[in-house]
């Protein structure tokens, strides 16, 4: 079966690694790019699940969009639905309550939210956000992003996650999120195709 998979979660916690590395395992998997008014960030040269710094003209085309922070993000319902056509799964990272109660009721069913849930504290995150030479306004807007993951979206409809949660813990090796992300997919029967590698 072909899912429309959302990651949640608080940042920091590993939802951009995951989604990467399954969309690079598994033909069946593609990444649903997001635009954003917000700044390009330290780490986001040229990848696949977001594009920031664009213009608030050009964030109109989109029919789903939200604000976050200040920042307008928006993504393509078309580009979701030509990729559950082509057979395949595809995976966007959301960060909005409004936003994920949309999908959930447009795409019911076929719809797989997962919560990542960093077991850790605010020092061992600031000390981690330190070691990838975050600036400190993105340290500060990060920060801000755990409360808003947790309180707006995940609290309130924790019954939407089922047994779809992973924990993920300062230091757990890649393959930690990996083996729990695949364990949920075939657990739920989603067809993620052949390995590329």
Same mark, same amino acid.
């Given at each position: 079966?072909?899912? *429309?998979?959302?990651?949640?979660?608080?940042?920091?916690?590993? @939802?951009?690694?995951?989604?990467?590395?399954?969309?690079?395992?598994?033909? &069946?998997?593609?990444?649903?790019?997001?635009?954003?008014?917000?700044?390009?960030?330290?780490?986001?040269?040229?990848?696949? /699940?977001?594009?920031?710094?664009?213009?608030?003209?050009?964030?109109?085309?989109?029919?789903?969009?939200?604000? *976050?922070?200040?920042?307008?993000?928006?993504?393509?319902?078309?580009?979701?639905?030509?990729? *559950?056509?082509? &057979?395949?799964?595809?995976?966007?990272?959301?960060?909005?309550? !409004?936003?994920?109660?949309?999908?959930?009721? /447009?795409?019911?069913?076929?719809?797989?939210?997962?919560?990542?849930?960093?077991?850790?504290?605010?020092?061992?995150?600031?000390?981690?956000?330190?070691?990838?030479?975050?600036?400190?306004?993105? #340290? !500060?807007?990060?920060?801000?992003?755990?409360?808003?993951?947790?309180?707006?979206?995940?609290?309130?409809?924790?019954?939407?996650?089922?047994?779809?949660?992973?924990? &993920?813990?300062?230091? *757990?090796? @890649?393959?930690?999120?990996? @083996?729990?992300?695949?364990? #949920?997919?075939?657990?739920?029967?989603?067809?993620?195709?052949?390995?590329?590698?």
């Amino acid at each position: 079966m072909n899912r *429309l998979i959302i990651i949640c979660g608080n940042s920091g916690s590993g @939802k951009s690694t995951l989604i990467r590395e399954f969309a690079s395992k598994y033909e &069946n998997v593609e990444i649903i790019k997001k635009y954003t008014t917000r700044e390009i960030r330290s780490d986001e040269s040229n990848v696949p /699940e977001v594009q920031a710094g664009c213009s608030k003209e050009f964030m109109k085309q989109f029919e789903y969009s939200y604000k *976050l922070l200040g920042n307008i993000y928006g993504f393509s319902k078309l580009e979701i639905d030509n990729c *559950l056509s082509s &057979n395949k799964n595809p995976i966007i990272i959301i960060g909005n309550a !409004e936003m994920f109660d949309v999908l959930l009721k /447009e795409y019911g069913k076929i719809a797989m939210p997962i919560f990542i849930i960093r077991e850790s504290s605010i020092s061992e995150l600031m000390k981690n956000f330190e070691q990838q030479k975050r600036s400190d306004k993105e #340290i !500060e807007t990060r920060l801000q992003n755990i409360n808003i993951a947790t309180t707006d979206v995940f609290n309130p409809r924790i019954e939407c996650f089922e047994q779809r949660i992973i924990l &993920n813990s300062i230091g *757990l090796p @890649k393959k930690g999120l990996d @083996k729990q992300f695949k364990f #949920i997919c075939d657990k739920f029967d989603v067809d993620l195709g052949k390995t590329h590698r």
